[in-house]
């Protein structure tokens, strides 16, 4: 991995190989992780602190947010399009199904993906807290707001019996997902007593157990112990946005 300083750092690339702009513990960026190993794509980390963004940044994105991919000159940014751009530039498993109707269903579910994000954000933040905060007081609205987003994902893992989202095949929808519902279920669990894995009658616990089993989501997997005591502490899902952390420091 090379760590980014503030003035820039000394690529290995030569502008041919890929580059992935990254922070160890954004889950938006463990999509991108997990699509290159995955395709077994040899890559390049430039570690970028997002508490201290080097003013270099802004040329490679504008926005100053991770995750960012170069290849060849080109520079491809928002975690699916980059997922998206992996899985049809480069050779490996294919992340989307071939066949047609499932693969619209998985572009459907890939759709609906912020919803369920957004919904689960504000179950965590509750009545009293901030977007990606951890509040005190749960609104039980919320967490059936939070359900029903989840529903077509509960759907397709009982019609297709899973053990990945859309069947035997695990596809970007597991990818785009899996992050996410990872910290749900942390935050969820500890602050609310709610228990994510536990929908579908065990379906998402299933699905959750399914992706872990896999040794190339391990290698980019936070360690939940380790995830709630950075909740606890700093009250927040995106607490990496404020203090100069990666993941091997909570460990």
């Not at 090379?2 to 890929?18: E, H």
């Not at 989501?217 to 360690?223: A, I, K, M, W, Y």
Request: proline share 5%.
């Amino acid at each position: 991995m090379a760590q980014a300083s503030a003035k820039g750092w000394q690529s290995s690339a030569n502008g041919k190989g890929v580059e992935l702009f990254t922070h160890s513990l954004c889950p938006y960026a463990q999509r991108v992780e997990m699509a290159l190993v995955e395709k077994q794509v040899p890559h390049e980390v430039v570690a970028i602190d997002l508490s201290r963004k080097p003013s270099w940044y802004r040329s490679v994105n504008p926005r100053m947010l991770v995750p960012a991919l170069r290849w060849e000159g080109k520079v491809v940014v928002e975690s699916l399009a980059i997922c998206r751009f992996v899985d049809e530039r480069f050779e490996g498993p294919s992340l989307m199904p071939d066949e047609g109707g499932v693969r619209r269903r998985a572009d459907e579910l890939l759709d609906a993906c912020d919803g369920v994000v957004s919904a689960g954000l504000q179950a965590v933040m509750g009545a009293d807290g901030r977007f990606w905060g951890i509040g005190t007081r749960f609104e039980e609205r919320d967490t059936k707001a939070f359900e029903t987003k989840m529903a077509p994902l509960l759907k397709q893992l009982q019609k297709h019996g899973g053990p990945y989202l859309v069947g035997q095949q695990l596809t970007l929808v597991d990818l785009a997902y899996l992050p996410f519902i990872e910290r749900f279920a942390v935050a969820m669990n500890h602050f609310m007593g709610y228990n994510v894995r536990a929908l579908g009658d065990g379906e998402v616990g299933h699905w959750m157990d399914a992706c872990h089993a896999r040794p190339a989501l391990q290698s980019t997997r936070t360690d939940p112990v380790q995830l709630r005591k950075a909740y606890q502490k700093y009250m927040s899902l995106d607490f990496f946005d404020y203090h100069s952390l990666t993941r091997s420091d909570l460990l």
